[in-house]
Nanobody
Framework: QVQLVESGGGLVQAGGSLRLSCAASGRTFSNYAMGWFRQAPGKERDVVAAINRSGSSTYYADSVKGRFTISRDNAKNTVYLQMNSLKPEDTAVYYC???????????????????WGQGTQVTVSS
């Protein structure tokens, strides 16, 4: 079992930045690929970014490429999402998730994720 706790959400003006953190506990963090997802009101939850077990490979949704950066610190059991140049359409609840995966795999499919955090709200005002 893996427990995931997100933090760092909040209210920010358009053009601003936030850094989300997701702290993991319970199992060996480096055994899991990690992902960030988001769900806006009335919309489905979608992948934002994902990273493999070592942090050597990443994936970004087209809507956030060049603005968001996913990273991980396996020594601290934490994955991060640095969000810059935020837009009102980035407003959503952001979730981190952990997937049992092979070393080099970046997992972008929700159903492949085994553990989820409770989510943190990000609101971007115009």
């Amino acid at each position: 079992q893996v427990q995931l706790v997100e933090s760092g959400g909040g209210l920010v003006q358009a053009g601003g930045s936030l850094r989300l953190s997701c702290a993991a506990s319970g199992r060996t963090f480096s055994n899991y690929a990690m992902g960030w997802f988001r769900q806006a009101p009335g919309k489905e939850r979608d992948v934002v970014a994902a990273i493999n077990r070592s942090g050597s490979s990443t994936y970004y949704a087209d809507s956030v490429k060049g603005r968001f950066t996913i990273s991980r610190d396996n020594a601290k059991n934490t994955v991060y999402l640095q969000m810059n140049s935020l837009k009102p359409e980035d407003t959503a609840v952001y979730y981190c998730a952990a997937a049992i995966a092979s070393v080099g795999v970046v997992t972008t499919t929700q159903r492949r994720y085994d553990y989820w955090g409770q989510g943190t709200q990000v609101t971007v005002s115009s």
